[in-house]
């Protein structure tokens, strides 16, 4: 008999609340934000050898031979209609922290422009101190400690119109998905969103981003009708498939390798129903609930997204009692279309196994973030992805494979699992000529994480080791950029031919290399993209 449970806290409560800190839980350095994030930080790559490209790869050490000083920074501090924040400064630490505060990042000042007069400012200062600067709208997907670097945050552009008859919204890079999605509930119209409301629409349509939409309508980066950006020079572009084809190409995945963007417009998408939810079956029946998953996403229509995995759940008052401290294996269920429809879609999961709870329901785009319910904190993590192409034994041998493989790793810290499941528009053919990050060829995009504490500090072998065994000769090398760890860059997202492509963009748009950031084009590279 299936169990409702009306708590909305199965997989959030894996987290603390807004400003609190788990047992043992440290923040490297100075802390910045004390906050904690879930399952939306899960991200990494299994890569290929990298390509060189001729670009500087860290912030310091500019065009110029001398030694840079401080001086354009004090004037810039002055002239700013918005702010910059300096190492004497009270929120110094708050201001450069990223979501993943494993990463210390310590860039030479963040800069809260206030409009893209700010923006020409905060160029001309770096060029005069010999800086470099790079752009995180809301600290999502940072890598290093940007030394020499001028951090922007992009928070003052929060522009969001929407255009329903043309189904077009006009959004501020500094806007995140939760802020664009409560403004579309009730329309009836969707945007390629992902799971955590968090997350800058910026940072995820112009880095590819999967969104929960994707088996329907695509890559999130194919949606990009126009991009608005602050080029290298300190000039406004507005670039439209008409104007510049290549560079709004490379932007499609390249993002913020070619200049600060400030606005973009992204096409939404008719669906007035919407059904969805969690469903939680106990750790025991993971391998069988893995392999109903992937049967029924194999011949699944494309309106149909499952997000599915392994969690171990911590034992503390907000997780519902029967499943404190407990492993749980769950599905997360999103349907263009009614429940009426989605309910034979569904069936054979629901009887494949005992159902602890059910939270599936209809809902409107405004509550797409409750479906996996990713609290908004961040944390110490470190982070591993791998897109799965196939399995040699076969899906039910090879994703029981890795469920042993989680709770062989869970003694290591080994918190959270993942797969979701691709295909559908994901791999249309064809989707690359509009896109540098149009199509993904592969089944699944495994994404694994764990907390760090003091009493367990960072061994990505140990965790990640049994994971990465399990799937040998079953991934495909490649993966969204948005999904990249630490210290990769896009040769573990693009092959060859559109790496150079990138480059050739790069080159012609910003040839000192100024921009830079935690995506290079490959070593020796400052061709970045934006971080979210």
Not at 192 to 201: E, H, Q, R, T
Not at 225 to 253: K, M, Q
Not at 356 to 370: C, K, Q, S, V
Not at 420 to 446: K, N, S, Y
Request: aromatic fraction near 6%; proline fraction near 8%; glycine fraction near 12%.
């Amino acid at each position: 008999m299936r169990r409702r449970v009306t708590t909305g806290c199965v997989l959030p409560c894996l987290y603390p609340k807004r400003g609190t800190l788990p047992p043992g839980a440290s923040v490297p350095s100075t802390p910045g934000r004390p906050r904690f994030q879930s399952r939306g930080w899960l991200r990494g790559g299994i890569g290929r050898d990298s390509a060189v490209y001729a670009f500087p790869t860290r912030c310091g050490g500019m065009m110029t031979p001398e030694s840079p000083s401080d001086r354009a920074l004090t004037d810039l501090a002055e002239a700013m209609d918005g702010r910059l924040v300096r190492a004497y400064d009270d929120d110094w630490d708050s201001a450069r922290a990223p979501w993943n505060l494993a990463i210390d990042q310590r860039p030479v000042a963040v800069a809260y422009p206030a409009g893209p007069e700010d923006l020409r400012r905060i160029l001309a200062a770096a060029r005069a101190d010999g800086h470099r600067v790079v752009v995180q709208p809301r600290g999502h997907g940072p890598s290093g400690d940007l030394a020499g670097c001028i951090l922007v945050r992009t928070s003052a552009f929060d522009e969001i119109v929407i255009d329903q008859k043309r189904r077009v919204a006009r959004v501020g890079s500094g806007v995140s998905w939760g802020a664009l999605l409560s403004r579309l509930d009730g329309s009836g119209l969707v945007a390629l969103a992902g799971s955590n409301p968090d997350v800058s629409v910026a940072g995820h349509v112009l880095g590819g981003g999967h969104s929960w939409f994707s088996r329907w309508r695509g890559i999130a980066a194919r949606s990009i009708r126009a991009v608005e950006l602050v080029d290298a020079g300190g000039e406004p572009r507005r670039v439209t498939a008409d104007s510049d084809p290549e560079l709004l190409w490379a932007l499609r995945g390249g993002g913020g390798l070619f200049g600060i963007v400030t606005t973009l417009e992204i096409d939404l998408y008719s669906a007035p129903d919407l059904f969805g939810g969690t469903i939680v079956f106990p750790a025991s029946a993971a391998g069988t609930v893995f392999g109903s998953v992937a049967a029924i996403m194999a011949d699944a229509p494309p309106e149909l997204s499952i997000f599915f995995g392994l969690t171990n759940l911590p034992d503390i008052e907000q997780v519902p009692a029967p499943l404190r401290g407990q492993t749980i294996a769950s599905a997360e269920v999103v349907f263009v279309g009614t429940a009426e429809d989605a309910a034979p879609l569904l069936a054979p999961l629901l009887a494949s196994a005992p159902v602890l709870a059910d939270e599936t329901r209809p809902f409107t785009i405004g509550h797409l973030a409750e479906v996996a319910a990713e609290p908004t904190e961040p944390a110490a993590t470190i982070e591993w992805t791998a897109a799965i192409t196939s399995f040699a034994g076969g899906d039910e041998a090879g994703l029981g494979a890795l469920a042993r493989a989680f709770q062989e790793a869970t003694p290591a810290g080994l918190t959270v699992l993942g797969l979701r499941a691709l295909g559908g528009a994901i791999a249309e053919q064809g989707a690359d000529a509009a896109a540098v990050a149009g199509r993904l060829d592969a089944r699944f995009l495994a994404f694994a994480g764990s907390f760090l504490t003091e009493q367990r500090p960072a061994d990505p072998e140990a965790v990640f080791g049994p994971l990465r065994r399990a799937l040998e000769g079953s991934t495909l090398g490649l993966t969204l950029p948005t999904f990249l760890t630490a210290g990769q860059d896009l040769t573990f997202s693009f092959p060859p031919e559109s790496l150079e492509r990138l480059a050739n963009v790069k080159r012609r748009l910003d040839p000192g290399g100024i921009f830079v950031g935690n995506r290079p084009l490959g070593p020796g590279a400052a061709a970045t993209t934006d971080t979210d």
